[in-house]
């Protein structure tokens, strides 16, 4: 089986995110209730523009990539983990699997963009 290279870890994390969002979208369309609190179209449009950026890395300033990635991380672990993790209820989740999961994408993405931009600084 084929290692998978932290780049492509940081594409999967973009790809669980913004699918997390979609799926949440949907279940608000069909449901009338999403997956979180996060409004899914801002989600959405959040990691979209936020994976171009990062994508955009070859062709950045090396500087300014990282502090890219350094206020992106900042803002992962305070709207991502951090207030996932305080505001869970029943009202705000559709169920505690949708909040877990929210709370486990982001974490994943905190842990891989941070190996990846210090990978890059060596």
């Known amino acids: 089986m084929p290692e998978l290279s ?50 955009s890395g070859d062709i950045l300033i090396p500087s300014v990539w990282n502090a890219f990635v350094i206020l992106y991380l900042l803002l992962i ?13 029943a009202e705000v989740y559709s169920s505690r699997l949708a909040w877990f999961s929210a709370i486990s994408i982001n974490i994943f993405g905190v842990g891989v963009l941070a190996l990846e931009m210090m990978m890059q600084i060596q």
């Open 6 to 55: 932290i780049h492509t870890l940081c594409e999967l994390y973009f790809v669980l995110a913004v699918g997390y969002n979609i799926v949440s979208q949907v279940r608000s369309d069909l449901l009338r209730r999403p997956l979180a609190a996060t409004d899914p179209v801002f989600g959405i449009l959040v990691m979209s523009v936020f994976y171009l950026i990062w994508s």
């Open 77 to 89: 672990l305070r709207f991502g983990v951090i207030k996932h993790l305080l505001t869970y209820s």
